[in-house]
T-cell receptor
């Protein structure tokens, strides 16, 4: 039973476009929502994270939007670049350090 | 600045064989964990440790053992390898909710 559901499974975007990846969670005890970026042959690395006391967090071209009532959050990549091509994982955890990951989205940005 | 180091990078095992994936971190983190990554399944927690001498099971612990004798090391043992354990394994350490992953170990069981 997947506690964090992520979509789409794969995404192709033109250079300069906006990439949007969505996640939904079930456990209302989750209070930390990170996104991890993984390049081929490498381990995932933290990209950006949000807590439910804010509805949006922006770092450069990357923005997390958070909707607590709908139990959904999303990653927006503005002005997508070929170097952004990677697999993105959303995740959620509560105060017990038990991080649950989504299934991942493979993003391809075409030049 | 090594971070989390895993060995080996690649391994092929025969069904029934046992092996140990090594993991070491140099960040003095108390929390360490092992994940497996399978297509369409994301990252699933196998075992974790909140400090030396303390380990616990995650989502998918069957067929795996761990121990934590020191803060730095957290080896993962496959007791009797099965084809279903073909996967990419990531060791990680954590601090304040941030997970630092190793580069992965690709394991094939034939």
């Amino acid at each position: 039973q997947q506690q964090v559901k992520q979509s789409p499974q794969s995404l192709i975007v033109q250079k300069g476009g906006i990439s949007i990846i969505n996640c939904a969670y079930e456990n209302t005890a989750f209070d930390y929502f990170p996104w991890y970026q993984q390049f081929p042959g490498k381990g995932p690395a933290l990209l950006i994270a949000i807590r439910p006391d804010v509805s949006e967090k922006k770092e450069g071209r990357f923005t997390i939007s958070f909707n607590k009532s709908a139990k959904q959050f999303s990653l927006h990549i503005m002005d997508s670049q070929p170097g952004d091509s990677a697999t993105y994982f959303c995740a959620a955890s509560g105060n017990n350090n038990d991080m649950r990951f989504g299934a991942g989205t493979r993003l391809t940005v075409k030049p | 600045n090594a971070g989390v180091t895993q060995t080996p990078k690649f391994q092929v095992l025969k069904t029934g064989q046992s092996m140990t994936l090594q993991c070491a971190q140099d960040m003095n983190h108390e929390y360490m964990s092992w994940y497996r990554q399978d297509p369409g399944m994301g990252l699933r927690l196998i075992h974790y440790s909140v400090g030396a001498g303390i380990t616990d099971q995650g989502e998918v612990p069957n067929g795996y053992n761990v121990s934590r004798s020191t803060t730095e090391d957290f080896p993962l043992r496959l007791l009797s390898a099965a084809p279903s354990q073909t996967s990419v394994y990531f060791c990680a350490s954590s601090y304040k909710n941030t997970i630092y992953f190793g580069e992965g170990s690709w394991l094939t069981v034939v």
